[in-house]
């Protein structure tokens, strides 16, 4: 059986679950991380050398690096539907994929971590309102990429929608200034009708 190893309250371990949920794969989530421990064990260092979450365990098959997992799951369970079939359409999930990891989280986990994990006595305001511009800046560019488009690819619900997905929903979850993008709350509202999205990803932040 799939082993999920992570805590409920990390958006990478979100962004498996969801993806898991779409797929409807029998699976076992173990608690790791933070106050579960568990990734400073020596056998789960031979998992992950990072010693992060989440990390997978399919039958043998160990992956971390949570998108890297959606991609093998998407391709492994729903090739040519939550896993693109054409060469195209998978460049083009890895791109919004990637994109979320590497521009939209450069803004958006500063304010996370300022806000959630950061008593108000210690809080750096300053890299909280810099980030809170970066991600602003991100989500427009978000915002018009959906104008027309029900999902991340156009028609279709694919694995792109789910980083993106997960992490738009924090954005939205945050005690800041939402600045109102038409397109991209309509997507985010599409999103909330998915079961997988409100049982693992519409959670408290902590």
């Known amino acids: ?15 498996v679950m ?35 979450v989440p990390t997978i365990d399919d039958d043998g098959v160990v992956i971390w690096e949570s998108n890297a997992i959606i991609r093998y799951l998407a391709a492994k369970h729903a090739a040519g ?19 979320q990891q590497n521009t939209l989280m450069q ?3 500063p304010v996370f971590l300022g806000y959630i994990r950061t008593p108000p006595e210690n809080r750096d305001m300053n890299a909280i309102r810099q980030g809170e511009a970066l991600t602003v800046k991100a989500l427009a560019v978000l915002d018009a990429h959906l104008k027309g488009r029900p999902h991340m ?23 800041v200034s939402h ?4 397109n991209l709350r309509a997507w985010y509202e599409r999103l909330q009708s998915r079961p997988g999205f409100k049982e693992h990803v519409m959670l408290p932040l902590s």
Do not use: C
């Open 1 to 15: 059986m799939l082993k999920i190893y992570g805590r409920r309250n990390s958006i990478n371990v979100q962004k």
């Open 18 to 52: 969801w993806t898991v949920a779409e797929l409807g794969l029998p699976h076992e989530r173990i608690d790791a991380g933070m106050k579960f421990g568990v990734v400073g064990e020596p056998w789960y260092g031979d998992l992950n050398p990072n010693r992060l």
């Open 81 to 99: 539907t939550l896993a693109p079939a054409s060469l195209v359409g998978r460049a083009r999930a890895d791109m919004w994929m990637d994109w």
């Open 107 to 109: 803004g958006l986990s």
């Open 153 to 175: 690819l156009g028609e279709n619900f694919t694995m792109a929608d789910i980083p993106v997905g997960a992490a738009v929903h924090r954005w939205y979850a945050l005690p």
């Open 179 to 182: 600045p109102e993008m038409t």
